[in-house]
C-alpha cells in the first residue's frame, strides 16, 4: 500500500474524546441486551454440561448395562437407560458435544462462505457474477445427500471436522443468491457509490458497508441453519455416515428415540429438550446481535437520544 | 393592543366582502398522539388564488389533504371545512365523492402515481367528466380532447390515446391539470404541482394553472415550499409553522413588510436570482417534530426576537385588516421593517483571499469534449443494440484552484453523467479529462487511487450517502483510511473535522438516523473534507433541504472554501443557489456546454437564448419584481436524447430560430454552433449562431 500520510493542519485540541468506532458501539449494545446474555449464558452451561458431563457420571456412554434396560430416570441412571442398558444421561452429554459444535460451526461456515460469495457475485458483477451463480447452480442441482454418501466412506478417520465442512458446503447457495440479489440493490445505494469514489478498496466495501447491511437476513438465516444442521446430521447418521456407532449425537438420539417417545419418554424427550434449549438460546443471540447491529432497532439502544428522524419533503 | 398603523394594501388585493367559498375554522388533525395541523383558520374566496407555503412538517400538504377529506382512516380531524356554507368535515364518504372533482378538485404532486398506468390518459379524463356529467362516450371524449388543448398538449386527438408513461413529467403534470378542470371546479388544490418538474417546465405548467384559472374562474389554493412560485401566483399567502398559520396577508404586504419573524427569516434564508438580498441569512434550529415543543410559540426555540412571554402562551393569530400575524411583536416589526439581517445573526464568513487572475492561477480540472453514450438493448437472452442515448457530447468544463463552478442543467441534461465520468478516473469514451494536471486516461491504478483523496464528493441525498448502519465517526474517517492514514491519527481528526462543519465532537458515536437532513449533509461534507482535497464535487447539496436548513449549508460551503482554498464544481438545478456560490457557471442543454462564462456575465448578460429562458423561468421571491419581469417561454420538452440532430440542439425550442427568416435559419440547421467569446478578453463564451448582444 502507497504511504502518503497527508499532513495535517488541522488543530486538534487535546482531550478530545476519540470516537468509538463501530465495533465498540455495537460491543456496548450487545451487552446492553439482556436477552444476548441469557442466550450465551445458556450456551455457556450447555458447552459446560457437554464436556463436564462425562465426569459426573459413573457410565460410560457406550458401555451396556445388561441388569437395566429401558430404565426410567433414577437416582442410579439420572436420564434412564436404553434398550441396551446404555445410561442416556451419558449418552446425551456425549451427543451434545457434537451436535453443540456441528450446529455452531455449520451455520458459521455456511453463512461466512454464502455471504462473500454472494456478496462478490453482486458487487463485482460481470464475468465474476456468471461464474459463481453458475457454481451455485451447479451446487444446487447436485443431490447433496449421494456425493456425501460416496464422500464421507473416503473421509474416515478425518473426524467430524470434515463432516462438518461437508455439511456446510451443502448448504450455502440459496442464501448466496438472496445475499447476491440484496448486494445488487446495495450497490446501487449512494454510500457505497461514495465509498467506491473514495477509493475504498471492493472487499473492504464488501465487508464495512454491504455485509453489515445485509446482516439482518445472515443472523436470521444462520440461528435457522444452527437447528437445520444439527437434524441433516441425525440424517446423515441414520444411513450410517457421519456419526457411527457406538459412537451418538443428539441427532442420532433423536432419531433412535422417536419412535419409543410414548412408551419409554426418556429415550426421547431429555435429547428433544437438550436441542430445543439450544436452539432457542442461539436465537436470543442472534436477535439480541441483529438489534446491535441495526441502529434504528428499539432494543439494545443504550439510552433513546431526544434527536428523531426528520420527515422528508413529502 | 392597539391597532398597528397599517399602511393600506393595494385595492386589488383586498378580499371582497362576500361569503367566503371555502372557510376553514379551527382545523386539527391528528395523527395517533401527534398533531399535524392544530387549528388553522382559512378563508377562500371566488376566484382569487391562495399560496399556502411552509417547510416540510409545517402541516401544509395535510390541511390541503383535510380540505378534501383525502386523509387516510387513521387521521382524527376536528374543526369544520365550510364549502359554500356547507360542512365538509364528517360527511359521509359517498357525498364528498360527489363534491370531489365537481366543487373541489386537485392537482397531485406526483403526475406519474396520480394517474392510472394501465389506462389511457383519454379514458381516465373521459371518466372522470361521465361521473359528474350525463356525457356519452363520444362527446366525453371530443371534451378531453379540448382540455388537453387548452392546457397546451399537442396533437391532443393523438394524446388522448397515450399511456401516461408515454408522457413526460410536465405533459403529466398538464394532463392532470386538464383532468382537475374537467368539471369546472369552484376550487382548484395544487400541492406542489411544480416541485417535481425543471424551471422551464415548472414555468409552463404555472401558466397552464393560470389560463386553468381564468378558464374556469375557479379559486385556486396554491401548496408550496417554493417562496418564488409563491410570490408568482398567489393574491394573498398563509405561511404555516409546526401546523399553524402564523402569518397571512395579501402576497405584496407579506413580502414587503412580513410581521412573523419566521417569514421574514425564510425570506432572508433564500437565495436570490437577481444577486440582491444579502448574505444568507440561515434560522438556528430545527422545526419541532409532531408532538414537541412546550406550551410557548412553537418558533421561540429559533426566535431571535423571543421574549419571556413567547415561552408560556402561544400567541393568537391577530391584527388589523387583511394582515394577520401570530407573533406578540408584530407591530413593532410591522413598525420597524427590518431586514431578515438585522433580526437574525448573520454568520460572519471570512473573506475570501485574494486569488489573484485568473490566469495565473493552477488549473484544478479541465475538461474537453467529454463523451459519454449508452448503448440501447433489446431482447432478453441476446442483447442487440437497437441505438444510443448521447448522454454527454461535447463537455467543457474549467475549474481554477479555489473557485467555484456551477454546472447548470435541467434533468437529462447530461449533469449526472458528466460527474460520474469524472469520478470514474479513468479514459472517457472520447474527449479528454485532466484532473490537478494529470490525464484520466493515463493514470495506473496506484495513481488513481491517490487521485481519489484529492477528489471528494458530496451526493444530494443526504440520507441515501450515509451507511445507516455505521457510526457517524467511522463514517467521516473511512477516507482517511482509504488513503491509509494511520488509525490513531484518523481518530483524532474526526473530532476537529466534525466541529468544522458545525456539529460537536460527541455526535461520532451517533448513527446517521439520529441527525436531521442538514445535519446528514454536514456529516457528508465532514467526510469529503477529512483528505483536505482540492477539488469537492457537490452534486445537488441543498436540493433535498428546507430553505431555512439550506441557508445554514450553503453559508458553511462559502465558509469552508474562503478557509481552505477548495475549488467546487457545484451541479445544480436550482440557478438562484448557483448565483450565490458560484464564481463561474456553465451551462447544459442536452449533454452539451452551450454557455459558459463568470456569473455576473451569465445571469446579467445571458447570451445563449436557452440561458435566457432559464433564467426567466426562474420565480423571484419578489412580488413586485415577479410581475415586472418579461419571461421567455419554451415550448414543449427537451427532445430525445436518442437522436444525434444535425446543426444546433436546442433549435426545436429555439425562440430566436422561430424569428430568424428562411435564410438565416440554415446555417442553425446544418452547422453546430460552436463555442465563442463574447468579446476578446471576457470570460463568457456561448455557442449559438445567433448570441444576443455584442
Same mark, same amino acid.
Given at each position: 500500500?502507497?504511504?502518503?500520510?497527508?499532513?495535517?493542519?488541522?488543530?486538534?485540541?487535546?482531550?478530545?474524546?476519540?470516537?468509538?468506532?463501530?465495533?465498540?458501539?455495537?460491543?456496548?449494545?450487545?451487552?446492553?441486551?439482556?436477552?444476548?446474555?441469557?442466550?450465551?449464558?445458556?450456551?455457556?452451561?450447555?458447552?459446560?454440561?457437554?464436556?463436564?458431563?462425562?465426569?459426573?457420571?459413573?457410565?460410560?456412554?457406550?458401555?451396556?448395562?445388561?441388569?437395566?434396560?429401558?430404565?426410567?430416570?433414577?437416582?442410579?441412571?439420572?436420564?434412564?437407560?436404553?434398550?441396551?442398558?446404555?445410561?442416556?444421561?451419558?449418552?446425551?452429554?456425549?451427543?451434545?458435544?457434537?451436535?453443540?459444535?456441528?450446529?455452531?460451526?455449520?451455520?458459521?461456515?455456511?453463512?461466512?462462505?454464502?455471504?462473500?460469495?454472494?456478496?462478490?457475485?453482486?458487487?463485482?458483477?460481470?464475468?465474476?457474477?456468471?461464474?459463481?451463480?453458475?457454481?451455485?447452480?451447479?451446487?444446487?442441482?447436485?443431490?447433496?445427500?449421494?456425493?456425501?454418501?460416496?464422500?464421507?466412506?473416503?473421509?474416515?478417520?478425518?473426524?467430524?471436522?470434515?463432516?462438518?465442512?461437508?455439511?456446510?458446503?451443502?448448504?450455502?447457495?440459496?442464501?448466496?443468491?438472496?445475499?447476491?440479489?440484496?448486494?445488487?440493490?446495495?450497490?446501487?445505494?449512494?454510500?457505497?457509490?461514495?465509498?467506491?469514489?473514495?477509493?475504498?478498496?471492493?472487499?473492504?466495501?464488501?465487508?464495512?458497508?454491504?455485509?453489515?447491511?445485509?446482516?439482518?437476513?445472515?443472523?436470521?438465516?444462520?440461528?435457522?441453519?444452527?437447528?437445520?444442521?444439527?437434524?441433516?446430521?441425525?440424517?446423515?447418521?441414520?444411513?450410517?455416515?457421519?456419526?457411527?456407532?457406538?459412537?451418538?449425537?443428539?441427532?442420532?438420539?433423536?432419531?433412535?428415540?422417536?419412535?419409543?417417545?410414548?412408551?419409554?419418554?426418556?429415550?426421547?424427550?431429555?435429547?428433544?429438550?437438550?436441542?430445543?434449549?439450544?436452539?432457542?438460546?442461539?436465537?436470543?443471540?442472534?436477535?439480541?446481535?441483529?438489534?446491535?447491529?441495526?441502529?434504528?432497532?428499539?432494543?439494545?439502544?443504550?439510552?433513546?437520544?431526544?434527536?428523531?428522524?426528520?420527515?422528508?419533503?413529502? | 393592543?392597539?391597532?398597528?398603523?397599517?399602511?393600506?394594501?393595494?385595492?386589488?388585493?383586498?378580499?371582497?366582502?362576500?361569503?367566503?367559498?371555502?372557510?376553514?375554522?379551527?382545523?386539527?388533525?391528528?395523527?395517533?398522539?401527534?398533531?399535524?395541523?392544530?387549528?388553522?383558520?382559512?378563508?377562500?374566496?371566488?376566484?382569487?388564488?391562495?399560496?399556502?407555503?411552509?417547510?416540510?412538517?409545517?402541516?401544509?400538504?395535510?390541511?390541503?389533504?383535510?380540505?378534501?377529506?383525502?386523509?387516510?382512516?387513521?387521521?382524527?380531524?376536528?374543526?369544520?371545512?365550510?364549502?359554500?356554507?356547507?360542512?365538509?368535515?364528517?360527511?359521509?364518504?359517498?357525498?364528498?365523492?360527489?363534491?370531489?372533482?365537481?366543487?373541489?378538485?386537485?392537482?397531485?404532486?406526483?403526475?406519474?402515481?396520480?394517474?392510472?398506468?394501465?389506462?389511457?390518459?383519454?379514458?381516465?379524463?373521459?371518466?372522470?367528466?361521465?361521473?359528474?356529467?350525463?356525457?356519452?362516450?363520444?362527446?366525453?371524449?371530443?371534451?378531453?380532447?379540448?382540455?388537453?388543448?387548452?392546457?397546451?398538449?399537442?396533437?391532443?386527438?393523438?394524446?388522448?390515446?397515450?399511456?401516461?408513461?408515454?408522457?413526460?413529467?410536465?405533459?403529466?403534470?398538464?394532463?392532470?391539470?386538464?383532468?382537475?378542470?374537467?368539471?369546472?371546479?369552484?376550487?382548484?388544490?395544487?400541492?406542489?404541482?411544480?416541485?417535481?418538474?425543471?424551471?422551464?417546465?415548472?414555468?409552463?405548467?404555472?401558466?397552464?394553472?393560470?389560463?386553468?384559472?381564468?378558464?374556469?374562474?375557479?379559486?385556486?389554493?396554491?401548496?408550496?415550499?417554493?417562496?418564488?412560485?409563491?410570490?408568482?401566483?398567489?393574491?394573498?399567502?398563509?405561511?404555516?409553522?409546526?401546523?399553524?398559520?402564523?402569518?397571512?396577508?395579501?402576497?405584496?404586504?407579506?413580502?414587503?413588510?412580513?410581521?412573523?419573524?419566521?417569514?421574514?427569516?425564510?425570506?432572508?434564508?433564500?437565495?436570490?436570482?437577481?444577486?440582491?438580498?444579502?448574505?444568507?441569512?440561515?434560522?438556528?434550529?430545527?422545526?419541532?417534530?409532531?408532538?414537541?415543543?412546550?406550551?410557548?410559540?412553537?418558533?421561540?426555540?429559533?426566535?431571535?426576537?423571543?421574549?419571556?412571554?413567547?415561552?408560556?402562551?402561544?400567541?393568537?393569530?391577530?391584527?388589523?385588516?387583511?394582515?394577520?400575524?401570530?407573533?406578540?411583536?408584530?407591530?413593532?416589526?410591522?413598525?420597524?421593517?427590518?431586514?431578515?439581517?438585522?433580526?437574525?445573526?448573520?454568520?460572519?464568513?471570512?473573506?475570501?483571499?485574494?486569488?489573484?487572475?485568473?490566469?495565473?492561477?493552477?488549473?484544478?480540472?479541465?475538461?474537453?469534449?467529454?463523451?459519454?453514450?449508452?448503448?440501447?438493448?433489446?431482447?432478453?437472452?441476446?442483447?442487440?443494440?437497437?441505438?444510443?442515448?448521447?448522454?454527454?457530447?461535447?463537455?467543457?468544463?474549467?475549474?481554477?484552484?479555489?473557485?467555484?463552478?456551477?454546472?447548470?442543467?435541467?434533468?437529462?441534461?447530461?449533469?449526472?453523467?458528466?460527474?460520474?465520468?469524472?469520478?470514474?478516473?479513468?479514459?472517457?469514451?472520447?474527449?479528454?479529462?485532466?484532473?490537478?494536471?494529470?490525464?484520466?486516461?493515463?493514470?495506473?491504478?496506484?495513481?488513481?487511487?491517490?487521485?481519489?483523496?484529492?477528489?471528494?464528493?458530496?451526493?444530494?441525498?443526504?440520507?441515501?450517502?450515509?451507511?445507516?448502519?455505521?457510526?457517524?465517526?467511522?463514517?467521516?474517517?473511512?477516507?482517511?483510511?482509504?488513503?491509509? @492514514?494511520?488509525?490513531?491519527?484518523?481518530?483524532?481528526?474526526?473530532? =476537529? $473535522? +466534525?466541529?468544522? &462543519?458545525? /456539529?460537536?465532537?460527541?455526535? #461520532?458515536?451517533?448513527?446517521?438516523?439520529?441527525?436531521?437532513?442538514?445535519?446528514?449533509?454536514?456529516?457528508?461534507?465532514?467526510?469529503?473534507?477529512?483528505?483536505?482535497?482540492?477539488?469537492?464535487?457537490?452534486?445537488?447539496?441543498?436540493?433535498?433541504?428546507?430553505?431555512?436548513?439550506?441557508?445554514?449549508?450553503?453559508?458553511?460551503?462559502?465558509?469552508?472554501?474562503?478557509?481552505?482554498?477548495?475549488?467546487?464544481?457545484?451541479?445544480?438545478?436550482?440557478?438562484?443557489?448557483?448565483?450565490?456560490?458560484?464564481?463561474?457557471?456553465?451551462?447544459?442543454?442536452?449533454?452539451?456546454?452551450?454557455?459558459?462564462?463568470?456569473?455576473?456575465? @451569465?445571469?446579467?448578460?445571458?447570451?445563449?437564448?436557452?440561458?435566457? =429562458? $432559464? +433564467?426567466?423561468? &426562474?420565480? /423571484?421571491?419578489?412580488?413586485? #419584481?415577479?410581475?415586472?419581469?418579461?419571461?421567455?417561454?419554451?415550448?414543449?420538452?427537451?427532445?430525445?436524447?436518442?437522436?444525434?440532430?444535425?446543426?444546433?440542439?436546442?433549435?426545436?425550442?429555439?425562440?430566436?430560430?422561430?424569428?430568424?427568416?428562411?435564410?438565416?435559419?440554415?446555417?442553425?440547421?446544418?452547422?453546430?454552433?460552436?463555442?465563442?467569446?463574447?468579446?476578446?478578453?471576457?470570460?463568457?463564451?456561448?455557442?449559438?449562431?445567433?448570441?444576443?448582444?455584442?
Amino acid at each position: 500500500m502507497t504511504t502518503t500520510v497527508l499532513t495535517d493542519t488541522v488543530p486538534v485540541p487535546a482531550g478530545d474524546p476519540a470516537p468509538s468506532g463501530r465495533l465498540r458501539l455495537v460491543l456496548a449494545r450487545l451487552t446492553a441486551a439482556r436477552g444476548v446474555l441469557v442466550g450465551a449464558a445458556i450456551v455457556l452451561l450447555l458447552f459446560l454440561l457437554a464436556f463436564l458431563g462425562p465426569y459426573l457420571t459413573p457410565w460410560d456412554y457406550a458401555t451396556p448395562n445388561y441388569t437395566a434396560i429401558r430404565q426410567p430416570p433414577s437416582a442410579e441412571h439420572w436420564f434412564g437407560t436404553n434398550g441396551i442398558g446404555q445410561d442416556v444421561f451419558a449418552q446425551t452429554v456425549r451427543g451434545l458435544q457434537k451436535s453443540l459444535v456441528i450446529g455452531l460451526l455449520v451455520a458459521l461456515f455456511s453463512t461466512v462462505l454464502a455471504s462473500l460469495v454472494g456478496a462478490c457475485a453482486g458487487y463485482f458483477g460481470g464475468w465474476t457474477d456468471r461464474a459463481l451463480m453458475f457454481l451455485v447452480d451447479l451446487m444446487l442441482i447436485f443431490p447433496s445427500f449421494l456425493i456425501i454418501a460416496i464422500v464421507s466412506p473416503k473421509l474416515r478417520g478425518t473426524g467430524w471436522l470434515a463432516f462438518v465442512l461437508l455439511l456446510g458446503l451443502f448448504n450455502w447457495m440459496i442464501t448466496a443468491r438472496v445475499v447476491r440479489s440484496m448486494t445488487l440493490s446495495l450497490k446501487e445505494r449512494e454510500f457505497v457509490r461514495a465509498a467506491s469514489f473514495m477509493g475504498v478498496r471492493p472487499f473492504r466495501i464488501i465487508l464495512r458497508h454491504i455485509l453489515p447491511n445485509v446482516s439482518s437476513f445472515l443472523i436470521i438465516d444462520a440461528t435457522i441453519t444452527v437447528g437445520g444442521a444439527v437434524m441433516s446430521e441425525a440424517a446423515l447418521s441414520y444411513f450410517g455416515f457421519g456419526v457411527r456407532a457406538p459412537d451418538v449425537s443428539l441427532g442420532t438420539l433423536l432419531a433412535a428415540g422417536t419412535g419409543d417417545a410414548p412408551v419409554f419418554p426418556w429415550l426421547f424427550y431429555f435429547a428433544a429438550a437438550l436441542l430445543v434449549l439450544f436452539v432457542l438460546a442461539v436465537n436470543l443471540i442472534g436477535d439480541g446481535l441483529r438489534d446491535a447491529l441495526d441502529p434504528t432497532a428499539d432494543a439494545g439502544r443504550p439510552a433513546r437520544t431526544a434527536r428523531r428522524p426528520r420527515r422528508r419533503n413529502p | 393592543m392597539t391597532p398597528a398603523p397599517v399602511t393600506p394594501a393595494p385595492p386589488l388585493t383586498e378580499p371582497p366582502f362576500t361569503e367566503p367559498l371555502l372557510a376553514v375554522r379551527d382545523l386539527r388533525v391528528d395523527f395517533g398522539p401527534a398533531p399535524a395541523v392544530r387549528g388553522v383558520d382559512l378563508e377562500l374566496h371566488r376566484g382569487e388564488t391562495l399560496g399556502i407555503v411552509g417547510e416540510s412538517g409545517s402541516g401544509k400538504s395535510v390541511t390541503a389533504l383535510a380540505v378534501l377529506g383525502l386523509l387516510p382512516g387513521t387521521a382524527r380531524i376536528g374543526g369544520s371545512v365550510r364549502l359554500e356554507g356547507r360542512e365538509l368535515v364528517g360527511l359521509p364518504g359517498r357525498e364528498l365523492a360527489r363534491i370531489h372533482g365537481r366543487k373541489v378538485a386537485m392537482v397531485f404532486q406526483d403526475p406519474l402515481s396520480a394517474f392510472t398506468p394501465v389506462y389511457r390518459i383519454g379514458d381516465q379524463i373521459a371518466e372522470a367528466l361521465r361521473i359528474h356529467q350525463p356525457l356519452d362516450r363520444a362527446a366525453a371524449r371530443g371534451r378531453a380532447a379540448e382540455l388537453l388543448d387548452l392546457v397546451g398538449i399537442p396533437a391532443p386527438g393523438r394524446a388522448l390515446d397515450s399511456f401516461p408513461h408515454e408522457f413526460s413529467g410536465g405533459m403529466r403534470q398538464r394532463a392532470m391539470i386538464a383532468m382537475a378542470i374537467a368539471n369546472d371546479p369552484d376550487i382548484l388544490l395544487a400541492d406542489e404541482p411544480t416541485t417535481a418538474l425543471d424551471v422551464t417546465i415548472q414555468a409552463q405548467v404555472l401558466e397552464v394553472l393560470r389560463t386553468a384559472q381564468r378558464e374556469t374562474g375557479a379559486a385556486l389554493v396554491l401548496v408550496s415550499h417554493d417562496l418564488g412560485v409563491i410570490a408568482g401566483m398567489a393574491d394573498r399567502v398563509a405561511v404555516m409553522y409546526a401546523g399553524r398559520v402564523v402569518e397571512t396577508a395579501p402576497v405584496d404586504d407579506l413580502f414587503a413588510r412580513p410581521r412573523h419573524p419566521y417569514t421574514l427569516g425564510l425570506i432572508g434564508a433564500a437565495p436570490r436570482l437577481d444577486g440582491r438580498g444579502g448574505p444568507l441569512v440561515p434560522i438556528p434550529g430545527n422545526p419541532p417534530a409532531p408532538g414537541e415543543g412546550g406550551p410557548g410559540c412553537p418558533f421561540a426555540p429559533r426566535c431571535p426576537l423571543a421574549e419571556g412571554r413567547c415561552r408560556t402562551a402561544e400567541p393568537p393569530l391577530a391584527g388589523a385588516g387583511a394582515h394577520l400575524a401570530a407573533c406578540v411583536r408584530a407591530d413593532e416589526l410591522a413598525e420597524r421593517g427590518p431586514a431578515p439581517s438585522e433580526v437574525y445573526p448573520v454568520p460572519e464568513l471570512p473573506a475570501p483571499a485574494d486569488p489573484g487572475p485568473r490566469e495565473g492561477r493552477a488549473q484544478v480540472l479541465a475538461v474537453t469534449g467529454l463523451t459519454k453514450t449508452f448503448p440501447q438493448l433489446k431482447g432478453a437472452v441476446f442483447k442487440r443494440k437497437v441505438g444510443e442515448v448521447y448522454a454527454v457530447d461535447g463537455v467543457d468544463l474549467d475549474i481554477r484552484r479555489g473557485e467555484t463552478l456551477g454546472l447548470v442543467g435541467e434533468s437529462g441534461s447530461g449533469k449526472s453523467t458528466t460527474l460520474y465520468e469524472l469520478l470514474r478516473l479513468a479514459a472517457p469514451q472520447a474527449g479528454r479529462i485532466e484532473l490537478l494536471g494529470q490525464d484520466t486516461a493515463r493514470l495506473d491504478p496506484a495513481a488513481a487511487h491517490r487521485l481519489r483523496g484529492r477528489l471528494q464528493i458530496v451526493f444530494q441525498d443526504p440520507m441515501a450517502s450515509l451507511d445507516p448502519r455505521m457510526p457517524v465517526g467511522d463514517i467521516v474517517a473511512e477516507p482517511l483510511h482509504a488513503q491509509a @492514514v494511520p488509525r490513531e491519527e484518523a481518530a483524532r481528526r474526526v473530532p =476537529a $473535522l +466534525l466541529r468544522q &462543519v458545525g /456539529l460537536e465532537a460527541a455526535h #461520532a458515536d451517533r448513527y446517521p438516523h439520529q441527525f436531521s437532513g442538514g445535519q446528514r449533509q454536514r456529516i457528508s461534507i465532514a467526510r469529503a473534507l477529512a483528505v483536505r482535497p482540492d477539488l469537492l464535487v457537490l452534486d445537488e447539496p441543498v436540493s433535498a433541504l428546507d430553505v431555512s436548513i439550506q441557508a445554514g449549508v450553503l453559508n458553511l460551503l462559502q465558509r469552508l472554501k474562503a478557509e481552505l482554498g477548495l475549488a467546487y464544481l457545484f451541479v445544480s438545478h436550482d440557478l438562484s443557489v448557483i448565483r450565490h456560490l458560484a464564481d463561474r457557471v456553465s451551462v447544459m442543454y442536452l449533454g452539451r456546454t452551450v454557455e459558459t462564462g463568470a456569473v455576473a456575465e @451569465v445571469f446579467e448578460r445571458p447570451r445563449h437564448p436557452y440561458t435566457r =429562458a $432559464l +433564467l426567466s423561468a &426562474v420565480p /423571484l421571491p419578489d412580488p413586485a #419584481a415577479e410581475r415586472a419581469r418579461t419571461k421567455v417561454l419554451l415550448a414543449g420538452d427537451p427532445p430525445s436524447p436518442t437522436v444525434r440532430r444535425q446543426g444546433c440542439r436546442f433549435r426545436a425550442r429555439c425562440p430566436v430560430y422561430a424569428a430568424l427568416d428562411a435564410g438565416r435559419r440554415t446555417r442553425c440547421e446544418q452547422e453546430e454552433p460552436q463555442a465563442a467569446e463574447a468579446a476578446p478578453g471576457v470570460d463568457h463564451t456561448a455557442a449559438c449562431h445567433h448570441p444576443e448582444g455584442r
